[in-house]
Every structure is written in structure tokens, then in C-alpha cells.
């Protein structure tokens, strides 16, 4: 097995994990790379200098992109629908250098799940990479992979999706995805076993999904956090955040509820460590890889 360092340092491929009678499955879109002066504005050169662990060769933070499949039985929830079969190239004047997605469709098909078996996509946020596949249509024809399933997003969340739009998402997108939303509400029920919980600062109305299931939960917390080393680092806001001291907030509540015991968290940008778990050190809290 590959050693955590060079785990954080590509991207993840397909990872499954069993909660009770629920198993969620990390399936990859595609990745892009995080410039981390760019992306993290409130860092220097000298702490990426102590931690080159978590950067690749080119010296970017290497994030995927993806969806978290939830099967309960025969029923199957989509919680995020990646970037879609659409390519960025390298922007000198971006915080992040290259983007790719793609893969969702034919990574759903390896595990035996067609889009036509997904009854809702639920959705963290509308920014780009996180709803591609909900607007574009299949490569080679004009039909919506999920025109099938709802769309879930945060009431906040929809009600603000103008300010999506300041962040490269149009007002096509939206209407694309618009004829089947539904809004939910904090601590709403979508699924059995999944519930959506306001976790606003990132976005307006950004939401972490919490999955409880044979004595354990997990919690999917989106763009709360973009990297592990935040987890040491609640402080550091993303450069996209919509409301900095609200998602510093966010992020180390969040730390203190991945350390509570039966607690795994998911990082849809996480490398190859998607999931894991907060431990401390004499270093302070640190993400761990689940299973380690």
C-alpha cells in the first residue's frame, strides 16, 4: 500500500466504505490542481516549504473531483455531480492550474449504478465541479444523465444562486438544472439514514450531508474544506470562500466534530484521503486516512 505522503499527493480512484446498512463509494469525475499561495492567500512560501508532503512535483496542491455515491439496498443518492466531460486549461491569472472532469458516468457504471438508478443528486453547493453532470448532457447526445432525479440543494443555497454566478456558474447552468430542484431545509431528511446540515461561509448556503448508519456517521463536508492541511489550519480560508469569517467558523466546528468518536469525515478534494478522521498529535489535530 502506498504510504500516506504520496497519497496526498494524487488523486483518489474509486473508495468504498460500509456504514451499517448503507456503503458510500467516493466516485471520481476527474481532478484539478491548487496553486497554494493562490488558494490559500493567508499562507506563505516558508509553510509550504515545511510541508512539501501535500505537494506534487509541479508544487500544487493535487484535489479530485467526484460525487459520493449512497446505496441503501436498491436505492441509490448521488451527493455532488462533479465538473462533467469539460476540460480548463492552465490560467496563470486563476488560483488553480488545469481542470478536468469526466469519468462520473463510466466510474457509476463500473460499480453497477447507471445515472438512471440515482432517484436524487444532492448537491453541497453550485459551483462548477460540483454540478457538472446536472447541466451537461451525456457525450453524444442531447439528454441530461440525471433528468431522472431530483436535485437537492439548500434552500440558502438556491435562493442565493446569484452569487454562484460571481464564481463561473451561468445563469444556463442554473436553468438547465432548475425544472428539477427542490429545496430542502437544515437537518432535513433526503435519504434514509442522510440528513443535510447548513454549513454556510464557503457559499450562502453551502451544505455538509451527515450519514448515520450502524453505530457510525460520516459526514460529506464539501468545500468547507478544501485540503487536509486545513484540518491543522481551520484558519486559512479558500480565496473562493463567499463569507471568510463564517466558513473559519464553519471549518473548526467541524474539526471538533470529526474528532467525536464514530466520526469519519469525507473531503471530496482530498487527494487520495476522502476519508479519514481528525486526530491529535503533539502538533495539534491532523486528518488520518480511514482505513489508515
Do not use: C
Not at 441530461?144 to 435562493?159: C, I, K, R, T, Y
Amino acid at each position: 500500500m502506498p504510504g500516506h505522503d504520496e497519497r496526498l499527493r494524487r488523486p483518489a480512484g474509486i473508495r468504498s466504505l460500509r456504514l451499517g446498512d448503507i456503503t458510500v463509494t467516493y466516485v471520481p469525475d476527474g481532478a484539478v490542481r491548487l496553486k497554494p499561495r493562490g488558494w490559500f492567500p493567508d499562507t506563505t512560501d516558508e509553510v509550504w516549504a515545511a510541508r512539501p508532503e501535500y505537494l506534487d512535483d509541479s508544487g500544487h496542491l493535487v484535489a479530485g473531483i467526484g460525487g459520493l455515491l449512497v446505496e441503501h439496498g436498491d436505492r441509490a443518492l448521488l451527493i455532488d455531480a462533479g465538473y462533467g466531460p469539460q476540460k480548463l486549461p492552465d490560467d496563470p491569472d486563476a488560483p488553480y492550474a488545469g481542470l478536468h472532469g469526466g469519468a462520473l458516468l463510466e466510474n457509476l457504471a463500473a460499480l453497477g449504478r447507471g445515472p438512471e438508478g440515482i432517484e436524487a443528486v444532492a448537491f453541497t453547493h453550485l459551483h462548477v465541479d460540483h454540478i457538472g453532470w446536472a447541466w451537461l448532457p451525456v457525450p453524444g447526445g442531447d439528454r441530461l444523465a440525471f433528468a431522472g432525479a431530483d436535485h437537492l440543494v439548500s434552500g440558502p443555497e438556491w435562493a442565493r444562486h446569484d452569487l454562484a454566478e460571481e464564481q463561473g456558474t451561468t445563469a444556463g447552468m442554473l436553468a438547465a438544472m432548475a425544472p428539477r430542484v427542490r429545496t430542502v431545509a437544515d437537518g432535513e431528511e433526503i435519504f434514509p439514514g442522510v440528513r443535510m446540515v447548513l454549513a454556510s461561509g464557503h457559499t450562502a448556503g453551502h451544505a455538509s450531508y451527515v450519514i448515520t448508519s450502524g453505530g457510525r456517521r460520516l459526514i460529506a463536508f464539501g468545500d468547507a474544506l478544501h485540503s487536509p492541511i486545513q484540518i491543522g489550519h481551520p484558519e486559512w480560508p479558500a480565496v473562493v470562500d463567499h463569507d471568510p469569517v463564517a466558513s473559519t467558523d464553519v471549518r473548526r466546528r467541524l474539526v471538533a466534530e470529526l474528532e467525536k468518536p464514530g466520526t469519519i469525515g469525507f473531503g471530496v478534494h482530498f487527494a487520495d484521503v476522502v476519508f479519514g478522521h481528525v486526530r491529535r498529535d503533539g502538533d495539534g489535530p491532523a486528518w488520518r486516512a480511514h482505513p489508515e
